[in-house]
């Protein structure tokens, strides 16, 4: 019965995070970047720590050998996450949603050039797949979406290479570091940074919109602990394929919420660059070599 709380976990972690990435496509339109990072990261504390307090992880998870791993893996999520936010400013939910897909397919080569792992044909035959997925966006984003669509692809792509190197980089640090440890470290760095943007000019924004950051800081959070605790409850193979149900909720926040409808040429880059992601994860390519 355990695995399948860790899949209806791992259900809900997608969930949460289209939930938080619709939130983000929100407020975008008229809060700076730095300022939602900001309030995405202190919020997010907040459950984390809770969490971690029950799970008797705090304050060991404060501890660590190896601060300068820490910091660049938080200076490689923060920027992973400014990415990823710019792409929502731009695109609606599921095509950025599609472009972060890439990741699984860019990690794998990625984890080739720096820690020796090999490359099969299936994975070079997804990542084709996947970037004629990106191909179709960029060209309906040069056809009819203008300078910020182009933008928004950009940035899509850029989030999914900063996350590919994150994810690679997060691998390395699991040999000695406690994932909480991970995972709290990355909070308070993205907020330090987060708030080092005030001088560039953050708004004051309206109730409404200081309660949807906040929501967007506790969806975060949340998302985060429902995908410790399916790790802690399935394998981890059996979890990823579910990740990418987040473009289904993804396409329905952009159709129910925001009216926006893809057009057939944008759905099927979403789809190929989604079916390239699967390919690798069905692969078995994504898991450790013993």
């Known amino acids: 019965m355990s695995i399948y709380n860790g899949i209806a976990l ?15 496509h929100h407020v975008a339109k008229t809060v700076p970047i730095g300022q939602i990072i900001f309030w995405r990261s202190a919020i997010a504390i907040i459950p984390i720590v809770i969490y971690m307090m029950l799970r008797g992880q705090f304050p060991a998870a404060l501890k660590t050998k190896h601060p300068k791993m820490h910091i660049i893996r938080g200076l490689f999520g923060v920027m992973s996450m400014a990415l990823s936010f710019i792409s929502l400013a731009y695109l609606p ?9 890439m990741a699984p397919i860019i990690t794998l080569p990625l984890a080739a050039i720096m820690v020796g792992e090999s490359i099969s044909k299936i994975v070079i035959f997804a990542t084709a797949i996947g970037f004629g997925g990106v191909i179709a966006m960029l060209w309906d984003a040069l056809s009819f979406g203008g300078d910020g669509a182009i933008i928004g692809v950009m940035a899509g792509l850029g989030f999914a290479v900063t996350m590919a190197f994150v994810r690679v980089h997060i691998k390395a640090m699991t040999a000695t570091e406690h994932p909480a440890t991970i995972a709290l470290s990355f909070a308070l760095v993205s907020t330090f940074v987060g708030i080092a943007t005030l001088p560039f000019g953050w708004i004051a924004p309206s109730f409404d919109t200081y309660l949807w950051l906040i929501i967007a800081g506790v969806l975060g959070g949340l998302a985060h602990i429902a995908g410790t605790e399916a790790v ?4 981890v193979s059996t979890l990823a394929p579910f990740d990418y149900t987040g473009i289904i909720w993804a396409l329905a926040f952009d159709i129910l919420i925001f009216s926006q409808f893809p057009n057939v040429i944008v759905l099927t880059g979403a789809i190929a660059i989604t079916l390239g992601a699967l390919m690798v994860v069905f692969s078995g390519e994504t898991q450790p070599k013993t």
């Open 10 to 24: 791992r259900l809900l972690g997608a969930l949460l995070i289209t939930a938080m990435s619709a939130v983000v």
């Open 93 to 101: 939910v599921a095509n950025a949603q599609a472009l972060a897909y």
């Open 232 to 235: 802690a409850r399935a394998p």
